[in-house]
C-alpha cells in the first residue's frame, strides 16, 4: 500500500479529530491574541483616562489656588495690620472686614480672637452669640493653637455652620511686631479667621464640571500618612487606585484624587463591540481555514483518488504541463517506456520522443525521422495524436496523446502486441472469406449461367429442331395429327410454365448470387464505380420499363415523375439501386401506388421511391440498411430476400457521394430517396464504398 492509499485510508473520524484539533488550536490562539490585544487596549484605554483626568485635576488645582491665594494676601495683609494695631476696635475691624467682603462676596463672617477669644466680629448682626467664644474650650482649639505654633495659616472645613450650612474656615496666626532691640519670637496676638459659603467655594472652583464625569476627593494628608481631614468627596475614592495630585500653598499641603465617575470602567465602551467583531473575525477567518482545509482535503483525495486510479490502470498513463515537461506518470508507463531512467518528473516530451525516433522504435518514422517529428507537431498541435511504436523486444505499444484546453497533455500507452496478432489474423481469415466467396460466387454463377441457357431454351421446345421433326411427321399424317396434336401442344404448354418457373428461380438465385458478389467485393474494398455523364431520362425510362410489368400485375399503379438534367453517375450502378428499391416497394405493398420521382436543384439531384405499403416501425428504421437485416426475420416470414439489397445501395450511393434516407409511417408506406451530387470534381477518384460488414 503506497503512502497515499494509506493517507486515504484513514479512519474517518482521525480526519476530523485532526481537523477539530487544528481549527480549535487556531480559534484559542486568535482568541488569546485578541484578549492580549484587548487587554493592551484596555490599558491604553485606562491610561487615556489617567492622562485626561489629571489634565482636568491640574486645571482644577490651578483654580483652586486662583481662588485661595487672594483671599491668603487679603487675609495676611488683614492680620499685619491687626498686628500693627493691636488694639483695633470693632469700628476699625468692620471697616477692613467690609472691605474684604466686598471684595470676596463669598465669605460670610471675619472674626478675631484676641488671645484665643472672639472680640471682633463682621458682620455683627447675627452673630453676637460668638463674641467672646473661647477657642481653648472647643474642638476647634487644635487647628488654632497649630496656626499659632506654625505660623502658618490653615483651613479647615468643611463644618456645620451655627446659621446653617457649611463653610469653610481660613485661620491666619496674628503677631505682635517683634521687638527691635530683642531678638525672641514673635509674640502671638491671636486668631483671625474667615468663613468661607462652601457651595459658593465649590461653584467658584468648577467642582460641578468636573465631577459631571469624575469623582474627586480633595483632602489633607497627615503627617504620620493618614488623612488630616477631607475637604471634598467620598473617602472610598482612595480605595478605586485614582489619580492623585498634590499640591503646597501657604495655608497647607493638599491632594487631589480622582476617578471617572463610579470608578474606573472594568472595559473599554467598545467592549462588546469589538469582542463581537473578534469573535465574529474569529468565526470568519475559521470558517475560512475549515472551507481551505475542506479544498485541501478534497484535493488531497482527488489526488490520491487519482494516483491510486491511474496506478489501477493495465495501461500507461502520463501527464505533462503546458511546457511540455512530465508532471505525473504511473508505474506501468515507466515500465512501458524503453528508457525507464529517463521517466522522472520534469522529462521533456519533446526530448523522450526524439530519443524514441533515434531508436527506431517509431516504424513509421524510419528512414524519414525529421518528416515524421515535423508532422508529429503539427498533430500534436491540432490536439490529437496517435502514434503506434514498436520496441525492440516486438511489443506495439500505441501511444494516445490529447492536448487539453490549458495546454497540458495527458497521454496513454497501450500494448497492443496481442491485439495486432488478433487483427492480423482476422484480417486474414477476412480475405480467406472475401476469396471464397468470391470464388464461389463464380464458381455458382458459371453453371447457373448454363442452366438458365438451357431454359430459356426448353421455355420454346416447339422450337428445337426434334419438336419442328415431329411436327412436320405429323403435318405429313393429317389423320394421326388430329388425335396426336391436342396432346403435344399440351405437353409443350406445359413444358414451357415448367421451364419458365425454373427460368424465374434460376435469376432469383443470380441475383442472389450477384448479391454476395458484390457484398464480397464491399467488405474488401474492391467495388468500383465508373462515372460518366448522363440524363435523368436515360437513367429511369430503362428502370420504369423494367419495373413497370411487375408493378402492375400485382395490381398497383405506378408513376413516374421526372425533372430534366443531368449528372455525373455509374448508370448502371445507380439503375441497380432503383431497381432494389422499386422492387422493395413492389414486395411490401398490396395495394395503392408506387411512385418514382426525381426532383433537382442546381447542384444536387434526388431520386425518391414512394410506396403506400405497410410501412417500417419506428424502432426499425434505423437498422434497414444493415447487412443481412430484415424487419420480419423468423424462418416463415412472409416476404423472402437476404436483406442484403438495402446495404448494397447505400454503399452504392455513398460511393457517389451521395446519402440514402428512409422515413416511413407503419400501416402507410414508406419513402427511399436518394440524393447525388450534379457534379463531382473529375480529378478526384469516387469515396470507396463502405464496408457493409466487419471484419471477423
Same mark, same amino acid.
Given at each position: 500500500?503506497?503512502?497515499?492509499?494509506?493517507?486515504?485510508?484513514?479512519?474517518?473520524?482521525?480526519?476530523?479529530?485532526?481537523?477539530?484539533?487544528?481549527?480549535?488550536?487556531?480559534?484559542?490562539? =486568535?482568541?488569546?491574541?485578541?484578549?492580549?490585544?484587548?487587554?493592551?487596549?484596555?490599558?491604553?484605554?485606562?491610561?487615556?483616562?489617567?492622562?485626561?483626568?489629571?489634565?482636568?485635576?491640574?486645571?482644577?488645582?490651578?483654580?483652586?489656588?486662583?481662588?485661595?491665594?487672594?483671599? %491668603?494676601?487679603?487675609?495676611?495683609?488683614?492680620?499685619?495690620?491687626?498686628?500693627?494695631?493691636?488694639?483695633?476696635?470693632?469700628?476699625?475691624?468692620?471697616?477692613?472686614?467690609?472691605?474684604?467682603? *466686598?471684595?470676596?462676596?463669598?465669605?460670610?463672617?471675619?472674626?478675631?480672637?484676641?488671645?484665643?477669644?472672639?472680640?471682633?466680629?463682621?458682620?455683627?448682626?447675627?452673630?453676637?452669640?460668638?463674641?467672646?467664644?473661647?477657642?481653648?474650650?472647643?474642638?476647634?482649639?487644635?487647628?488654632?493653637?497649630?496656626?499659632?505654633?506654625?505660623?502658618?495659616?490653615?483651613?479647615?472645613?468643611?463644618?456645620?455652620?451655627?446659621?446653617?450650612?457649611?463653610? &469653610?474656615?481660613?485661620?491666619?496666626?496674628?503677631?505682635?511686631?517683634?521687638?527691635?532691640?530683642?531678638?525672641?519670637?514673635?509674640?502671638?496676638? @491671636?486668631?483671625?479667621?474667615?468663613?468661607?459659603?462652601?457651595?459658593?467655594?465649590?461653584?467658584?472652583?468648577?467642582?460641578?464640571?468636573?465631577?459631571? #464625569?469624575?469623582?474627586?476627593?480633595?483632602?489633607?494628608?497627615?503627617?504620620?500618612?493618614?488623612?488630616?481631614?477631607?475637604?471634598?468627596?467620598?473617602?472610598?475614592? +482612595?480605595?478605586?487606585?485614582?489619580?492623585?495630585?498634590?499640591?503646597?500653598?501657604?495655608f497647607g499641603d493638599w491632594e487631589l484624587a480622582?476617578?471617572?465617575? #463610579?470608578?474606573?470602567?472594568?472595559?473599554?465602551?467598545?467592549?462588546?463591540?469589538?469582542?463581537?467583531?473578534?469573535?465574529?473575525?474569529?468565526?470568519?477567518?475559521? @470558517? &475560512?481555514?475549515?472551507?481551505?482545509?475542506?479544498?485541501?482535503?478534497?484535493?488531497?483525495?482527488?489526488?490520491?483518488?487519482?494516483?491510486?486510479?491511474?496506478?489501477?490502470?493495465?495501461?500507461?498513463?502520463?501527464?505533462?504541463?503546458?511546457?511540455?515537461?512530465?508532471?505525473?506518470?504511473?508505474?506501468?508507463?515507466?515500465?512501458?517506456? %524503453?528508457?525507464?531512467?529517463?521517466?522522472?518528473?520534469?522529462?521533456?516530451?519533446?526530448?523522450?520522443?526524439?530519443?524514441?525516433?533515434?531508436?527506431?522504435?517509431?516504424?513509421?518514422?524510419?528512414?524519414?525521422?525529421?518528416?515524421?517529428?515535423?508532422?508529429?507537431?503539427?498533430?500534436?498541435?491540432?490536439? %490529437?495524436?496517435?502514434?503506434?511504436?514498436?520496441?525492440?523486444?516486438?511489443?506495439? %505499444?500505441?501511444?494516445?496523446?490529447?492536448? =487539453?484546453?490549458?495546454?497540458?497533455?495527458?497521454?496513454?500507452?497501450?500494448?497492443?502486441?496481442?491485439?495486432?496478432? !488478433?487483427?492480423?489474423?482476422?484480417? +486474414?481469415?477476412?480475405?480467406?472469406?472475401?476469396?471464397?466467396?468470391?470464388?464461389?460466387?463464380?464458381?455458382?454463377?458459371?453453371?447457373?449461367?448454363?442452366?438458365?441457357?438451357?431454359?430459356?431454351?426448353?421455355?420454346?421446345?416447339?422450337?428445337?429442331?426434334?419438336?419442328?421433326?415431329?411436327?412436320?411427321?405429323?403435318?405429313?399424317?393429317?389423320?394421326?395429327?388430329?388425335?396426336?396434336?391436342? !396432346?403435344?401442344?399440351?405437353l409443350h404448354g406445359q413444358f414451357g410454365k415448367?421451364?419458365?418457373?425454373?427460368?424465374?428461380?434460376?435469376?432469383?438465385?443470380?441475383?442472389?448470387?450477384?448479391?454476395?458478389?458484390?457484398?464480397?467485393?464491399?467488405?474488401?474494398? #474492391?467495388?468500383?464505380?465508373?462515372?460518366?455523364?448522363?440524363?435523368?431520362?436515360?437513367?429511369?425510362?430503362?428502370?420504369?420499363?423494367?419495373?413497370?410489368?411487375?408493378?402492375?400485375?400485382?395490381?398497383?399503379?405506378?408513376?413516374?415523375?421526372?425533372?430534366?438534367?443531368?449528372?455525373?453517375?455509374?448508370?448502371?450502378?445507380?439503375?441497380?439501386?432503383?431497381?432494389?428499391?422499386?422492387?422493395? *416497394?413492389?414486395?411490401?405493398?398490396?395495394?395503392?401506388?408506387?411512385?418514382?420521382?426525381?426532383?433537382?436543384?442546381?447542384?444536387?439531384?434526388?431520386?425518391?421511391?414512394?410506396?403506400? #405499403?405497410?410501412?417500417?416501425?419506428?424502432?426499425?428504421?434505423?437498422?434497414?440498411?444493415?447487412?443481412?437485416?430484415?424487419?420480419?426475420?423468423?424462418?416463415?416470414?412472409?416476404? @423472402? @430476400?437476404?436483406?442484403?439489397?438495402?446495404?448494397?445501395?447505400?454503399?452504392?450511393?455513398?460511393?457517389?457521394?451521395?446519402?440514402?434516407?428512409?422515413?416511413?409511417?407503419?400501416?402507410?408506406?414508406?419513402?427511399?430517396?436518394?440524393?447525388?451530387?450534379?457534379?463531382?470534381?473529375?480529378?478526384?477518384?469516387?469515396?470507396?464504398?463502405?464496408?457493409?460488414?466487419?471484419?471477423?
Open positions: 500500500m503506497t503512502e497515499k492509499t494509506r493517507s486515504l485510508a484513514k479512519p474517518g473520524w482521525l480526519r476530523r479529530f485532526r481537523t477539530a484539533l487544528i481549527l480549535g488550536s487556531a480559534g484559542a490562539l =486568535m482568541l488569546g491574541v485578541g484578549h492580549r490585544i484587548e487587554q493592551l487596549s484596555y490599558q491604553s484605554y485606562l491610561q487615556e483616562l489617567e492622562l485626561d483626568t489629571t489634565l482636568r485635576m491640574v486645571e482644577l488645582r490651578e483654580r483652586i489656588e486662583d481662588e485661595v491665594f487672594g483671599r %491668603i494676601l487679603k487675609l495676611n495683609e488683614l492680620a499685619t495690620i491687626i498686628g500693627l494695631q493691636p488694639k483695633i476696635d470693632q469700628a476699625e475691624f468692620t471697616a477692613r472686614a467690609r472691605s474684604f467682603i *466686598a471684595e470676596n462676596p463669598d465669605v460670610l463672617i471675619m472674626a478675631a480672637a484676641r488671645d484665643q477669644v472672639i472680640s471682633l466680629v463682621h458682620p455683627l448682626a447675627g452673630n453676637e452669640k460668638a463674641l467672646g467664644y473661647d477657642y481653648r474650650g472647643g474642638p476647634q482649639y487644635p487647628k488654632v493653637e497649630e496656626a499659632l505654633s506654625s505660623g502658618r495659616g490653615l483651613v479647615t472645613g468643611p463644618v456645620e455652620l451655627v446659621q446653617g450650612g457649611l463653610g &469653610l474656615i481660613l485661620r491666619q496666626p496674628v503677631f505682635y511686631p517683634p521687638a527691635e532691640d530683642r531678638d525672641e519670637p514673635p509674640r502671638p496676638w @491671636g486668631i483671625l479667621s474667615i468663613v468661607l459659603d462652601y457651595p459658593s467655594f465649590l461653584d467658584n472652583i468648577g467642582i460641578a464640571e468636573f465631577e459631571t #464625569g469624575h469623582d474627586l476627593l480633595i483632602r489633607e494628608p497627615a503627617r504620620d500618612g493618614g488623612v488630616e481631614q477631607v475637604f471634598h468627596g467620598d473617602p472610598q475614592i +482612595a480605595l478605586r487606585d485614582p489619580v492623585t495630585l498634590p499640591f503646597s500653598f501657604a480622582a476617578t471617572t465617575a #463610579g470608578g474606573w470602567p472594568q472595559q473599554r465602551p467598545v467592549y462588546l463591540q469589538q469582542w463581537l467583531i473578534l469573535i465574529s473575525a474569529v468565526a470568519a477567518v475559521l @470558517g &475560512l481555514l475549515l472551507y481551505v482545509m475542506r479544498l485541501a482535503e478534497t484535493r488531497r483525495l482527488a489526488e490520491t483518488r487519482l494516483h491510486n486510479g491511474i496506478e489501477a490502470l493495465e495501461h500507461g498513463f502520463v501527464m505533462f504541463d503546458p511546457d511540455g515537461r512530465i508532471v505525473l506518470f504511473n508505474d506501468m508507463y515507466k515500465r512501458m517506456h %524503453i528508457d525507464s531512467e529517463s521517466v522522472k518528473i520534469g522529462t521533456c516530451y519533446d526530448e523522450m520522443v526524439r530519443a524514441s525516433v533515434a531508436r527506431g522504435s517509431v516504424k513509421d518514422a524510419i528512414g524519414r525521422e525529421e518528416e515524421w517529428l515535423a508532422e508529429w507537431q503539427t498533430m500534436r498541435g491540432q490536439g %490529437i495524436s496517435d502514434v503506434e511504436q514498436v520496441t525492440p523486444d516486438g511489443r506495439v %505499444i500505441n501511444t494516445s496523446d490529447r492536448v =487539453m484546453a490549458d495546454g497540458s497533455i495527458v497521454g496513454l500507452r497501450v500494448d497492443i502486441s496481442e491485439f495486432k496478432q !488478433a487483427q492480423m489474423a482476422a484480417e +486474414a481469415a477476412n480475405q480467406a472469406k472475401s476469396d471464397f466467396i468470391g470464388v464461389l460466387s463464380h464458381e455458382l454463377r458459371t453453371p447457373l449461367t448454363v442452366i438458365l441457357g438451357h431454359v430459356r431454351m426448353a421455355r420454346h421446345v416447339e422450337r428445337m429442331p426434334p419438336a419442328l421433326a415431329l411436327q412436320d411427321a405429323l403435318d405429313r399424317h393429317p389423320e394421326a395429327a388430329r388425335e396426336i396434336q391436342p !396432346a403435344l401442344d399440351a415448367t421451364m419458365a418457373t425454373l427460368e424465374r428461380s434460376g435469376n432469383n438465385l443470380l441475383l442472389l448470387i450477384n448479391e454476395i458478389l458484390d457484398l464480397a467485393k464491399i467488405d474488401a474494398g #474492391g467495388l468500383s464505380i465508373t462515372l460518366e455523364e448522363a440524363e435523368v431520362g436515360d437513367i429511369i425510362t430503362p428502370v420504369a420499363e423494367q419495373m413497370r410489368p411487375l408493378v402492375e400485375q400485382k395490381g398497383l399503379r405506378f408513376e413516374v415523375q421526372s425533372t430534366q438534367g443531368r449528372l455525373r453517375a455509374d448508370v448502371q450502378r445507380l439503375q441497380q439501386v432503383l431497381v432494389n428499391l422499386i422492387g422493395n *416497394a413492389v414486395k411490401f405493398t398490396d395495394s395503392g401506388n408506387i411512385t418514382l420521382s426525381v426532383t433537382g436543384t442546381d447542384t444536387a439531384l434526388t431520386f425518391a421511391v414512394r410506396d403506400t #405499403g405497410i410501412g417500417i416501425p419506428a424502432n426499425e428504421l434505423g437498422k434497414v440498411f444493415d447487412p443481412f437485416h430484415q424487419v420480419d426475420s423468423t424462418a416463415r416470414r412472409r416476404f @423472402g @430476400g437476404t436483406g442484403l439489397g438495402l446495404a448494397i445501395s447505400q454503399d452504392i450511393v455513398r460511393a457517389h457521394g451521395g446519402e440514402l434516407l428512409v422515413s416511413s409511417v407503419e400501416g402507410e408506406g414508406s419513402l427511399f430517396s436518394l440524393t447525388l451530387p450534379r457534379e463531382q470534381d473529375k480529378n478526384t477518384p469516387p469515396a470507396p464504398a463502405k464496408p457493409a460488414l466487419a471484419s471477423v
